[in-house]
């Protein structure tokens, strides 16, 4: 069996209880080793395999967990963050059912969600923003038509952009051509949870600025949008005039 684990935002007691069983359980583990937090590495047993997928390829990897497969062994496929989001666990889980081998997915705490409690931010505020747009500058690999900064912008919803740090000249200006005013508020949240976390806030035109003087250039969330400002409008769902199920 193979179980593709979320290995959360970073801070080591951020990852879920099933997925700490199921490092504990694991007889081969393989880890995105450039971005998942190493102390996780901990909860495995003394004799657990261990290999580092920063150094290998697809093929190597899905080579591991075929002859992993062979033997009985548990097999842990660990991510960063939540598997689904950026995870390229598609390609891998695809290659697994073509061999016939069974395989689960283990969720994992988001950096998304870990930059919105390190912010103490809501990204859903009323009558400001009611949609989160999770997106990413081109760079080396494209976006589909349609996807770009500047469509997305247009709608003015919040905005979480992941692998962009160092390209925060391009995705401001995209950012501002698409609508919002330079002076949107925005920060930049890296290595949310971590020991070592930063926040910054800024705004939409000065992301790069921001970025460069505090010497930010990878592994970092942009958030974009007014639920960073102070104006909202209260919850209906605590307003004692708003009937619901629970209470007249």
Not at 188 to 196: E, F, L
Request: aromatic share 6%.
């Amino acid at each position: 069996m193979v179980n593709f684990v979320g290995a959360g935002c970073g801070a080591v007691d951020l990852i879920t209880l099933r997925g700490r069983r199921l490092i504990g359980e694991a007889d081969v583990i393989i880890y995105a080793g450039s971005l998942v937090n190493p102390e996780l590495l901990g909860f495995a047993k003394p004799e657990c395999e261990i290999h580092n997928s920063a150094y290998m390829t697809l093929d190597e990897v899905v080579s591991v967990m075929e002859n992993s497969e062979k033997q009985g062994k548990n097999t842990v496929r660990l991510h960063t963050g939540d598997p689904s989001l950026y995870g390229a666990v598609r390609e891998q889980m695809d290659r697994l059912s073509a061999m016939g081998i069974a395989y689960e997915v283990c969720a994992g705490v988001s950096s998304l969600c870990g930059a919105a409690a390190s912010l103490k931010a809501e990204y859903t505020l009323p009558d400001v923003s009611q949609t989160v747009i999770i997106t990413r500058m081109a760079g080396r690999t494209a976006v589909p038509e349609g996807e770009s900064i500047e469509k997305l912008a247009s709608h003015h919803a919040t905005m979480v952009i992941f692998l962009s740090t160092s390209m925060l000249d391009e995705l401001s200006e995209k950012l501002i051509s698409g609508g919002y005013s330079p002076e949107t508020p925005s920060a930049i949240v890296y290595k949310a949870s971590w020991a070592d976390e930063k926040i910054m806030r800024c705004t939409v035109g000065t992301l790069a600025e921001t970025a460069r003087k505090f010497g930010i250039n990878k592994t970092a969330l942009i958030t974009v949008g007014d639920f960073l400002g102070d104006d909202y409008s209260l919850s209906k769902l605590y307003d004692p005039s708003f009937e619901t199920e629970f209470r007249k």
